[in-house]
Structure formats: structure tokens, C-alpha cells
């Protein structure tokens, strides 16, 4: 699958306009909480704490116009807790999306 941002960046330049310090700010708050929720499904034992933390990075990635990122959070959904497939994909994409995600 081609790798393409272009809906998250522009859904970040729509909200930050020409301003480019806001437009940091903005992916990298994005990237920040994505990386908490990550840390949270990486930790995640049970049924319950794995849907909170998947939906939490698909409810991130639906805000933000991640296309990606929503469908790898669709993917943990439907993996048992734990499932290594699910979490290295959601890390390759937020290290594409232009962070490091391992934690």
C-alpha cells in the first residue's frame, strides 16, 4: 500500500492556515497523543483496555483525516489483545506520519 498523508496534512492546514509553528504544533500534539494511546494498547491485557485504546487511536485518526492510522486502529479492533501484527502497524504508521512510535 502507498503511503499518503495528504489528508492529514491538510486537514492540519486547514486549521492552522500559512502559520507554520502552528502547524508543528499541531502534528506534534497529534503524534503525542497517538503515541500515549499506543503505549496504552501495547500494555493492554484484557479484552476491555485493548477496545479502549484501539478506539481511542481510531477516534484520534477519524478526527484528523488519518485514513491510515484508522484503518490499522480497525485492525487492532479486530485482534486479540497483545496481537504484535496490529501493534507494529500502528507504530509504522506514526513513524511515517513523522514520529518515532516505538515507546
Known amino acids: ?14 486549521a ?4 507554520a509553528v502552528l502547524m508543528r504544533e499541531l502534528r506534534g500534539a497529534f503524534l503525542e497523543s497517538a503515541r500515549r494511546q499506543l503505549d496504552l ?10 477496545t479502549v485504546a484501539a478506539m481511542r487511536i481510531k477516534g ?3 478526527s484528523f483525516h488519518a485514513d491510515e492510522l484508522l ?3 480497525d485492525h487492532a479492533l479486530n485482534s486479540a489483545p497483545g496481537e504484535p501484527m496490529a501493534i507494529r502497524e500502528i507504530e509504522s504508521v ?3 506520519f513523522g514520529g518515532t512510535a516505538r515507546i
Open 1 to 14: 500500500m502507498a503511503y499518503d498523508n495528504g489528508a492529514l496534512d491538510a486537514t492540519l492546514a486547514a
Open 16 to 19: 492552522a492556515g500559512n502559520d
Open 41 to 50: 494498547l501495547k500494555r493492554a491485557r484484557c479484552d476491555g483496555n485493548w
Open 60 to 62: 484520534l485518526a477519524a
Open 71 to 73: 484503518a490499522a486502529a
Open 94 to 96: 506514526l513513524t511515517r
